[in-house]
């Protein structure tokens, strides 16, 4: 395999991402950390990666409602009043400006947000805009998207949809290190999904990332209103950001193209970033410039999607944001047998252009089960290679993949079918603490966990420059 970089700056495997911690973090930092991490149990004592054996996934309460209803396409009431916000979420919409999206069975509530910094207290308003759609016999609410700031950073904000109802509370990102990112994907609705929900309830952090695979609604649309709500209580707290996965497709052919529902429903900041598709965008947040990548929209290198890739690498500025992380849905790095290969032509595509950009972490889901690699490129080792993290494991109702094929491939560090839920909190431009958390018997345990050190500063970014001008200028 040809590997002209690789080659030249391979070293031990695990060096890059060893699980070992920074040298410079006093022991009481790292003492200070592990217990303020969601109250995780400690991994000793709890049986380790492949080798767990956990029990059977439970039943989706909400799916086989939905399986057994004699309408399941029909829309179920799920507030009191038709003019109470249903499904409540929030996302960052651009610098310093949040999106507020949520649903209404009545169209003449108005698309506007009050806010302000005390309770019941509204020392702010803002307009925004709505849409509907409807799919077979089904006919969404009116779905309200209305974008509230300029906001303070790492401030708690009061907030009222539509002039009436309920008040809630969301709290906007730091603008400066430390910042810590909730990473969930595949996450379906079931008694699993609770418990990863309640479990990262229970955390501490500023942002939720989720690389796909939402509702498991799979055509039947009440659903993706149960999913709305289900995730309300903390989708409406913290901003979730959301990429694409199979199940928000539900295209038919000749009849639907693809995700009409998700694009309606979980409006995210592609026009603030230069995009014109929803499938595909970036945001920055302390010093984190995250890209949110479409594994089913074109990726090839005469696509919009690849050149809206390069037009955004190209405006990175690693001083305001040493860390560059990517997500996207079916994992390029990938020793399960569910969805082997799947991702191999997306990363033939793309792999050599965010090598070039030097890419810290790439985040996938897809594989219902949990894996990380070691600093990978082109299928091997390589210092200034992503690190590779999978975490299909939300707890959806297809269950686990728990297949893996043996013996472990060497750039695989850690590898286990569980549900469970990931933490990456960023510490400073260098290091950040990577940590996976399985549902174990309702507890959260932390399982997996390391220190990630980024690129930002080291030779890799000077070593990769002519190269990644060379891509860049090409056509
Ligand atoms: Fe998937």
Same mark, same amino acid.
């Given at each position: 395999? $040809?590997?002209?970089?690789?080659?030249?700056?391979?070293?031990?495997?695990?060096?890059?991402?060893?699980?070992?911690?920074?040298?410079?973090?006093?022991?009481?930092?790292?003492?200070?950390?592990?217990? #303020?991490?969601? =109250?995780?149990?400690?991994?000793?004592?709890?049986?380790?990666?492949?080798?767990?054996?956990?029990?059977?996934?439970?039943?989706?309460?909400?799916?086989?409602?939905?399986?057994?209803?004699?309408?399941?396409?029909?829309?179920?009431?799920?507030? /009191?009043?038709?003019?109470?916000?249903?499904?409540?979420?929030?996302?960052?919409?651009?610098?310093?400006?949040?999106?507020?999206?949520?649903?209404?069975?009545?169209?003449?509530?108005? /698309?506007?947000?009050?806010?302000?910094?005390?309770?019941?207290?509204?020392?702010?308003?803002?307009? =925004?805009?709505?849409? /509907?759609?409807? @799919?077979?016999?089904?006919?969404?609410?009116?779905?309200?998207?209305?974008?509230?700031?300029?906001?303070?950073?790492?401030?708690?904000? @009061?907030?009222?949809? %539509?002039?009436?109802?309920?008040?809630?509370?969301?709290?906007?990102?730091?603008?400066?290190?430390?910042?810590?990112?909730?990473?969930?994907?595949?996450?379906?609705?079931?008694?699993?999904?609770?418990?990863?929900?309640?479990?990262?309830?229970?955390?501490?952090?500023?942002?939720?990332?989720?690389?796909?695979?939402? #509702?498991?609604?799979?055509? !039947?649309? *009440?659903?993706?209103?149960?999913?709305?709500?289900?995730?309300?209580?903390?989708?409406?707290?913290?901003?979730?950001?959301?990429?694409?996965?199979?199940?928000?497709?539900?295209?038919?052919?000749?009849?639907?193209? =693809?995700?009409? #529902?998700?694009?309606?429903?979980?409006?995210?900041?592609?026009?603030?970033?230069?995009?014109?598709?929803?499938? @595909?965008?970036?945001?920055?947040?302390?010093?984190?410039?995250?890209?949110?990548?479409?594994?089913?929209?074109?990726? +090839?290198?005469?696509?919009?999607?690849?050149?809206?890739?390069?037009?955004?690498?190209?405006?990175? +500025?690693?001083?305001?944001?040493?860390?560059?992380?990517?997500?996207?849905?079916?994992?390029?790095?990938?020793?399960?047998?569910?969805?082997?290969?799947?991702?191999?032509?997306?990363?033939?595509? !793309?792999?050599?252009?965010? @090598?070039?950009?030097?890419?810290?972490?790439? &985040?996938?889901?897809?594989? *219902?089960?949990?894996?990380?690699?070691?600093?990978?490129?082109?299928? %091997?080792?390589?210092?200034?290679?992503?690190?590779?993290?999978?975490?299909?494991?939300?707890?959806?109702? $297809?269950?686990?993949?728990?297949?893996?094929?043996?013996?472990?491939?060497?750039?695989?560090?850690?590898? $286990?079918?569980?549900?469970?839920?990931?933490?990456?909190? &960023?510490?400073?431009?260098?290091?950040?603490?990577?940590?996976?958390?399985?549902?174990?018997?309702?507890?959260?345990?932390?399982?997996?966990?390391?220190?990630?050190?980024?690129?930002?500063?080291?030779?890799?970014?000077?070593?990769?420059?002519? $190269?990644?001008?060379?891509?860049?200028?090409?056509?």
């Amino acid at each position: 395999m $040809e590997q002209p970089r690789a080659a030249a700056r391979r070293r031990p495997p695990a060096a890059a991402a060893a699980p070992a911690p920074p040298r410079i973090l006093p022991l009481l930092f790292l003492l200070t950390l592990a217990l #303020s991490s969601c =109250g995780a149990a400690a991994a000793s004592g709890a049986p380790v990666g492949e080798d767990y054996v956990r029990p059977p996934a439970r039943n989706s309460g909400a799916q086989r409602k939905a399986l057994l209803g004699l309408f399941p396409w029909s829309k179920k009431k799920t507030s /009191s009043s038709a003019s109470d916000p249903q499904q409540v979420h929030v996302s960052l919409s651009g610098e310093k400006h949040m999106r507020i999206t949520w649903v209404t069975d009545d169209n003449s509530v108005p /698309s506007v947000v009050d806010y302000g910094t005390k309770a019941s207290t509204y020392t702010s308003s803002s307009h =925004g805009e709505s849409t /509907s759609y409807s @799919y077979l016999m089904y006919t969404s609410g009116k779905i309200h998207h209305v974008v509230i700031g300029p906001l303070k950073d790492n401030t708690i904000y @009061y907030y009222r949809c %539509g002039g009436q109802g309920s008040e809630f509370q969301l709290k906007t990102p730091p603008s400066q290190f430390p910042l810590s990112l909730a990473v969930v994907g595949d996450l379906g609705q079931t008694s699993w999904t609770t418990s990863t929900l309640n479990h990262i309830k229970e955390c501490e952090y500023d942002m939720l990332l989720l690389p796909g695979d939402l #509702s498991y609604a799979d055509f !039947m649309q *009440h659903l993706w209103d149960s999913f709305g709500t289900l995730v309300q209580p903390l989708a409406s707290t913290r901003p979730w950001m959301v990429t694409q996965g199979n199940h928000e497709k539900e295209s038919i052919p000749f009849f639907k193209s =693809g995700f009409q #529902s998700y694009n309606a429903r979980w409006k995210m900041p592609y026009e603030e970033s230069g995009s014109t598709s929803n499938l @595909y965008y970036s945001f920055e947040v302390a010093g984190v410039h995250a890209i949110m990548l479409g594994s089913y929209t074109d990726y +090839d290198e005469s696509s919009d999607q690849y050149a809206w890739l390069k037009a955004d690498l190209a405006n990175i +500025d690693r001083k305001r944001t040493p860390w560059l992380i990517v997500l996207f849905h079916v994992p390029w790095y990938n020793s399960n047998f569910a969805h082997q290969g799947e991702g191999d032509s997306m990363m033939s595509a !793309m792999e050599p252009l965010l @090598y070039a950009a030097n890419v810290d972490i790439m &985040i996938a889901g897809h594989v *219902h089960a949990y894996e990380r690699s070691g600093r990978v490129y082109k299928g %091997g080792l390589d210092p200034c290679g992503a690190v590779h993290i999978t975490i299909g494991d939300g707890g959806n109702r $297809e269950g686990l993949a728990q297949r893996y094929h043996n013996p472990k491939p060497f750039w695989s560090v850690f590898r $286990e079918a569980s549900f469970g839920h990931g933490e990456l909190k &960023i510490v400073n431009s260098t290091h950040a603490h990577w940590t996976w958390h399985r549902n174990d018997d309702e507890e959260p345990v932390k399982t997996d966990d390391v220190w990630i050190n980024s690129l930002y500063g080291s030779q890799c970014i000077q070593d990769s420059s002519p $190269e990644f001008r060379k891509i860049l200028m090409s056509p």
